[in-house]
């Protein structure tokens, strides 16, 4: 009889256990939640970056530490990446931009290449999808670099994805793929010569016509030609570059626009990267300010 009374008892109910099990998990997830509102909070009272761009450096590592499958590593890779763009949403951060896919990763394994293009094609998918993060930050995701180098079914999810939010307000987030800053700066400036030839045959059409030109075309190209041209035209510069991994280089990432940029280079793995590592980031930035803007200033000073 006592063992049937201990059977009966309600703690040794697993339907029981489990309900406390998820009430527990609710309130440890309700304090979470609460606790990072408040650090949120008073990181806001310091200066707050509104561009941060992230190299994700250290998937294959991740993987190889770990003794799992190839490309594994990538999967946990964008699983940071979408708490880190909710974190940065949370934040008021309005610019997020990442190193994707750079065009010397072609020159890796094929099968590796292969892979990270079925990867990419089947995340850009769920994010069609599933829209409940993109709809959550009413977000805008563009993507830099020479899509044209890209397999067919990727490049044209991409464009869908492009066009699907090219309307939100919210966070812009920018993926650079297959991409490098140098590809970028010739892009740009072809975009350019490209345009100063349209303008001479309008020009000469003109003089042709018996019309005098009203304003002749400058053969110079200026800095601020070369911006209107450039994948981040209508961004602002980032104020924080991360480079996971404890690397140190930019690897040919943004060059053009990273002259005043707070570069970082954090020890874990981008799969590791987590909230903390955000909030110390943003402090490493808040305590760099103001030698960051003088050095801005006087920049604008000498122009």
Known sequence: MAGSRTSCSPSADPKVEKTDEVV??????????????????????GPMPKHIAFIMDGNRRYAKFRSIQQGA??????????????????????YITVYAFSIDNFKRDPSEVQSLMELMEEKIN???DNRSVINKINCKINFWGNLDLLCEPVRLAAQKLMASTAGNTGLVFSVCMPYNS??????????????RREMLQIEHAGDCNGYAANNGVH???????????MYSAGCPDPDIVIRTSGETRLSNFLLWQ????????????????????????????QRAYPYLEQSRNLAKKQM
């Open 258 to 285: 990273t002259t005043f940029s707070h570069l970082q280079n954090p020890d874990p793995l981008w799969p590791e990267f987590s909230f903390r590592h955000l909030v110390w980031a943003i402090l490493q930035y």
């Open 24 to 45: 527990t998990t609710g309130v440890l997830a309700s304090l979470q939640n609460f606790l990072r509102k408040c650090l949120i909070a008073v990181l806001s009272y």
């Open 182 to 195: 140098t590809s970028e700066i010739v892009n740009a400036v072809n975009e350019v010569c490209a345009e």
């Open 73 to 94: 590593g990538h999967r946990v890779g964008f699983s940071a990446l979408i708490a880190s763009l909710m974190y940065c949403y949370e934040m008021g951060v309005k």
């Open 126 to 128: 769920e994010l069609l």
């Open 219 to 229: 053969s110079e190209i200026s800095v601020a030609d070369l911006d209107r041209h």
